[in-house]
């Protein structure tokens, strides 16, 4: 089938083409707004601050002790995703756990700058588990690993606006899948009429019954 061919299918049954994708649409919209609550994302930033060598002064013993910061600052990092840290913040929000709240934390390779996302339905409980989280990890990470502080730079606050979900994202991936269902229901309808019209056509020719491709014959094998 060419493309123009398929174009005139479409043309010739556009009112599928037109009401499947816009009831696809209309249904994940519904979905959307009724069973998918927004979600809220706030975010804190940390500097990850080393304990210097006695030689700071040189350049040297400078450069090393940056190296060491950045991959203490992954370090951290990957503690901010530990479940002591998770445990932790949750007892001290008198939460049985972190359930429902989502975190991302971001560093950079050649940065000791580490920022934590948390995001869910509260707003408010999603900045003050960011904060708390910062809290925690700072203190741990002195015990744990050579650090000298961990410190906060920009303290989460509750945001105003949601972070999700993409509506309008849901609603156009739908519309497309109504589009693409659409034509194959006519592609498929199609292929089955052109065999019906081809056995008829057989059948005319032959002046036989047809099954399929082969002639039924009456009263033999």
């Known amino acids: 089938?060419?493309?123009?061919?398929?174009?005139?299918?479409m043309r010739?049954?556009?009112?599928l083409m037109i009401v499947l994708p816009i009831v696809c649409a209309l249904a994940t919209a519904v979905v959307c707004f009724?069973?998918?609550?927004?979600?809220?994302?706030?975010?804190?930033s940390m500097y990850v601050l080393a304990k210097q060598s006695s030689a700071n002064s040189d350049n040297a013993a400078n450069?090393?002790?940056?190296n060491a910061?950045?991959?203490m600052a992954n370090d951290v990092s990957t503690l901010l995703k530990s479940d002591r840290i998770e445990a932790d913040t949750a007892k001290d929000l008198h939460l049985e756990s972190l359930k429902?709240?989502?975190t991302k934390v971001t560093s950079e390779t050649t940065s000791r700058v580490i920022t934590l996302s948390v995001t869910g339905t509260d707003p408010d409980i999603a900045a003050t588990i960011a904060n708390d989280m910062a809290s925690n990890v700072s203190k741990v990470a002195q015990q744990v690993m050579d650090v000298?502080?961990?410190?906060?730079?920009?303290q989460a606050t509750a945001p105003t606006a949601p972070s999700g979900p993409n509506r309008p994202m849901y609603i156009a991936v739908a519309l497309l899948a109504g589009l693409f269902v659409a034509i194959a229901i006519v592609v498929v309808s199609d292929m089955l009429n052109t065999k019906v019209r081809n056995a008829d056509e057989i059948e005319d020719l032959l002046g036989l019954p047809v099954?399929?491709?082969?002639?039924?014959?009456?009263?033999g094998k």
């Open 148 to 154: 000298q502080s961990v410190n906060v730079i920009d």
């Open 211 to 219: 099954i399929g491709r082969m002639p039924a014959l009456k009263g």
């Open 34 to 44: 009724v069973a998918l609550p927004n979600t809220y994302t706030a975010s804190t």
């Open 12 to 15: 010739k049954h556009l009112k």
């Open 1 to 9: 089938m060419t493309l123009l061919e398929l174009l005139q299918l």
């Open 69 to 71: 910061s950045q991959m």
């Open 100 to 102: 429902g709240y989502s």
């Open 63 to 66: 450069y090393s002790n940056l």
